[in-house]
């Protein structure tokens, strides 16, 4: 079912627009339409920074032998047994 509205564009951006869709075969609506799902499937579809960097990290023996606060986090990371995650349906 298509709605109307009503928009209000820069009158230069709108003649770019019909220029494109033109030149397309499509219509100003449906260059709309197609950015809407384009914008909203990538948002759904993008990984999060967990899923996207985990696991990257290497860490060597010296590492582990620092004497600081990241030291600690590497000695705690190697002695905690790795649980594996479950994957979302």
Same mark, same amino acid.
């Given at each position: =079912?298509?709605? #109307? +509205? !009503?928009?209000?564009?820069? &009158? @230069? /951006?709108?003649?770019?627009?019909?220029?494109? $869709?033109?030149? %397309?075969?499509?219509?100003?609506?449906?260059?709309?339409?197609? =950015?809407?799902? #384009? +914008? !909203?499937?990538?948002?759904? &579809? @993008? /990984?999060?920074?967990?899923?996207?960097?985990? $696991?990257?990290? %290497?860490?060597?023996?010296?590492?582990?032998?620092?004497?600081?606060?990241?030291? #600690? +986090?590497?000695?705690?990371?190697?002695? @905690?047994?790795?649980?594996?995650?479950?994957?979302?349906?």
């Amino acid at each position: =079912m298509k709605t #109307k +509205l !009503t928009l209000s564009i820069d &009158s @230069a /951006k709108v003649r770019r627009a019909k220029i494109y $869709g033109r030149e %397309r075969g499509k219509s100003v609506s449906e260059l709309v339409e197609e =950015m809407i799902d #384009k +914008l !909203t499937v990538d948002a759904k &579809s @993008a /990984k999060s920074w967990s899923q996207r960097w985990g $696991g990257t990290l %290497r860490l060597t023996a010296a590492d582990m032998k620092r004497d600081d606060r990241f030291g #600690k +986090l590497v000695r705690r990371a190697a002695a @905690a047994p790795r649980a594996r995650k479950k994957q979302r349906a």
